[in-house]
């Protein structure tokens, strides 16, 4: 099972939104609606952002938002802030549990 | 508040067994609710679930690791363990626990991680 296809990087402007797209195939989606991301900043825990595609823990800003069509699921955050400027990973569970390759978000 | 510690040996010998520990301090560890998991990240790459625990000591691995992972729980330590056989170079990588929330029976969300610990493999 490879990794789920993601950009390997994008970038916006302060006030700009973005997406980051997760491909996989049937196999890395599966029937679930099971895919949750990631932010995560070098020597830091990883913090979950988005979880069973488009819901948002607590502790989430509500600029953050998730979908999925077919087998290609989506992160967006619109109103980019500087803090916002970190690596996101997709993840996914259809039998087994695998994460996209990662995006570095810059905020110019 | 639920929190994770990795603790463990920072290097360890080609061919030797890697073993990590995860405290948790918190009042989740015995529910059924969740399974506790090991994650990891090789310098300049992304994250690779390694495996999961729940607390009945049912764990279930990576396909691509199955074959060198073996993992315990102790619920009355409050601690998990991560115990993975031959180890090579390709293993050097921050070792992440975290609490994985359940859908189910399947995984849902990583949803607490603890800080990682690196570890390198080096005669």
């Known amino acids: 099972q490879s990794a789920l296809t993601q950009p390997a990087s994008v970038s916006g402007s302060p006030g700009q939104s973005i997406t980051i797209s997760c491909t996989g195939t049937?196999?890395?989606?599966?029937?679930?609606?099971?895919v949750s991301w990631y932010q995560h900043n070098l020597g830091k825990a990883p913090k979950l952002m988005i979880y069973?595609?488009?819901k948002r823990p607590s502790w989430v800003s509500a600029r953050f938002s998730g979908s999925k069509s077919g087998y290609t699921a989506s992160l967006t955050i619109s109103g980019l802030q500087a803090e916002d400027e970190a690596h996101y990973y997709c993840?996914?569970?259809?039998?087994?549990?695998?994460f996209g390759g990662g995006t570095k978000l810059t905020v110019l | 508040q639920l929190q994770l510690q990795e603790s463990g040996p920072g290097l360890v010998k080609p061919s030797e067994t890697l073993s990590l520990i995860c405290g948790v301090s918190?009042?989740?560890?015995?529910?059924?609710?969740?399974?506790w998991g090991w994650i990891r990240q090789p310098p300049g790459k992304g994250l690779e679930w390694i495996g999961s625990i729940d607390s009945s000591a049912t764990y279930y691995s990576n396909p691509s690791l199955k074959s060198r992972v073996t993992m315990t729980i102790d619920t009355s330590k409050h601690q998990f363990s991560l115990h993975l056989r031959s180890v090579t170079a390709a293993d050097t990588a921050h070792y992440y626990c975290?609490?994985?929330?359940?859908?189910?029976?399947?995984?849902?969300?990583?949803?607490?991680w603890g800080q990682g610990t690196m570890v390198t493999v080096s005669s």
């Open positions: 975290a609490r994985i929330t359940i859908y189910g029976v399947a995984h849902d969300a990583f949803d607490v």
């Open positions: 069973e595609v488009n």
């Open positions: 049937s196999s890395d989606f599966g029937t679930y609606n099971l």
């Open positions: 918190g009042d989740s560890f015995t529910r059924r609710a969740y399974y």
């Open positions: 993840c996914s569970y259809a039998g087994s549990v695998i």
